[in-house]
């Protein structure tokens, strides 16, 4: 009953697409290929809890607003429910839905034993204090405590949110049960048990799955022109790392618009000027402004759209010029706009796999802080190229077996796994 509410919920979604409908196609798309029973892909189709929860909280100048907050709980079929917390204003429960069921698949897809979950406020950050976050942020997981535990779900930092928010609600979970429990949230501060690694990692996984697509292809990042919308975590990470092995970065963007620069831009000098300019690169010397609309259709080699869903879609996919898209962000590319690429010969990576890095390597968070030893950044990062370099190459793999693009590949393998434990626990039929 829980996923025909979801169903039957409006669509919000700006560009009128609505994320969750766009999940449920590429989940056909797999099932049909793996001839899946239309039962089991009925069940995989409902997200097994969907929690809204009221934030009543009192702002800084008196006034009282009642928030909503969601927690859609996808699978937990291989292990307890992981995936992001989002603040970003055009959160809806369909979204957040959509969210959840792609982490069902992509921790499936690198292997790594959890289920799928997203949460999400539909707030603009940047428009309350710093105490009226955390007022917020604490509500927020005093609402969802019965919900969410080390081996139950597993929240972390997606778009809008960061460690600072992973320590508040760290907190506050563990004031609720009378003890300190780090385990209840990944991407937290070093200091209470975070992990090495695990803020660059989703950008790292990036650069690590785009390296391996150009080596399939007998060529190196050096030097290949990179254009990458969205410069928050994932966005600017992906292009400092990229920029260090030789890429050239020439456009990165936020949401106020991009800069461009034909011989690549200083990222590095980028990064820092984004710091001191409320993380906007509008402005940036010795580089050009360009709107969002025109980064994503600029001659490139790889485009890396960083930021939110439906950015490539049947509108803009003819003008894409780009040699690989690697889809850093979640659902940024439409599957109509997503078939046009291939039918092009563009290679598409796809979210389960290229965004995988900073899920990775919260499982390894999570797998330090409950044996109680700590890593050093090295090992960090080794293990987790370790996992993505080898979910690329299943995915090669398969998509070679069945003579299927790496899309279609990659969802074969995470929904197909998943499909498996839910037979062999006896879920179904
Ligand atoms: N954080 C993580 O570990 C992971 C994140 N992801 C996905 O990566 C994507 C980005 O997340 P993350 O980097 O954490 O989020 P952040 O909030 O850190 O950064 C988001 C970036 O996108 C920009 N942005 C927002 N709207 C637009 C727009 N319409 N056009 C261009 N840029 C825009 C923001 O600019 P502005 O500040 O102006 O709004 C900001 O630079 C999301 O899809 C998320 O789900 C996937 C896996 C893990
Ligand atoms: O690190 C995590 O647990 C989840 C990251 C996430 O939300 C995502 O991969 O989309």
Redesign the pocket.
């Known amino acids: 009953m829980v996923s025909t509410s979801v169903r039957s919920l409006e669509n919000h979604s700006p560009a009128h697409i609505c994320p969750f409908d766009q999940a449920c196609s590429y989940l056909e798309w797999a099932g049909k290929e793996l001839k899946l029973d239309q039962g089991l892909l009925e069940i995989l189709s409902h997200p097994r809890k969907v929690v809204t929860v009221s934030i009543p909280v009192k702002l800084d100048d008196g006034e009282v607003r009642v928030l909503a907050g969601h927690r859609v709980q996808h699978s937990d079929v291989l292990g307890p429910y992981k995936g ?1 917390i ?1 603040y970003h204003p055009a959160v809806t429960l369909r979204e957040v839905s959509a ?1 959840a069921m792609l982490m069902t698949w992509k921790c499936a897809l690198v292997g790594i034993p959890y289920g799928g979950a997203k949460g999400g406020i539909p707030i603009d950050p940047k428009r309350y204090s710093v105490g009226e976050l955390e007022r917020i942020s604490r509500r927020y997981i005093s609402e969802l405590i019965k919900d969410i535990g080390p081996a139950v779900d597993i929240p ?5 949110t960061s460690a600072r928010e992973m320590a508040w609600m760290m907190d506050t979970y563990s004031v609720n049960v009378g003890h300190a429990v780090p385990g209840v949230v990944t ?1 937290k501060p070093l200091s209470i048990g975070g992990s090495r690694g695990r803020e660059m ?2 950008g790292r996984g990036v650069m690590i799955v785009v390296r391996e697509a150009l080596a399939d292809q007998g060529k190196s990042l050096v030097g290949v022109r990179v254009v990458i ?7 600017c990470a992906a292009a400092e790392l990229l920029h260090q092995e030789g890429a050239k970065v020439i456009a990165v ?4 618009g991009g800069v461009f620069s034909q011989t690549g831009l200083d990222i590095p000098a980028l990064k820092a000027y984004a710091a001191n300019n409320h ?2 690169v509008a402005g940036f010397p010795q580089a050009t402004p360009i709107s ?1 609309a025109d980064l994503l259709t600029l001659p490139c080699d790889v485009l890396i759209p ?4 439906n950015q490539i879609t049947e509108e803009n996919v003819h003008q894409v010029k780009a040699q690989i898209v690697a889809e ?3 659902g940024p590319v439409t599957l109509e706009a997503n078939l046009s690429l291939e039918a092009r010969g563009v290679t598409v990576l796809p979210d389960i796999l290229a ?1 995988a890095g ?2 990775v390597v919260s499982y390894l968070e999570w797998v330090q802080g409950l044996s109680y030893v700590f890593w050093d950044e090295e090992r960090v990062n080794r293990e987790m190229e370790h996992l993505m370099v080898q979910a690329y190459r299943q995915v090669v793999q398969q998509s070679k077996a069945r003579q299927v693009t790496l899309r279609l590949a990659a969802y074969t393998l995470g929904v197909g796994r998943v499909a498996q434990a839910l037979t062999d626990r006896g879920l179904y039929p």
């Open positions: 992001g989002r969210l972390a930092p997606d778009m809008g991407g990692a989703t919308q969205g410069f928050g975590n994932v966005g963007s936020t949401g106020a993380k906007s969002n960083a930021a939110l869903e850093a962000a979640n965004n900073g899920v």
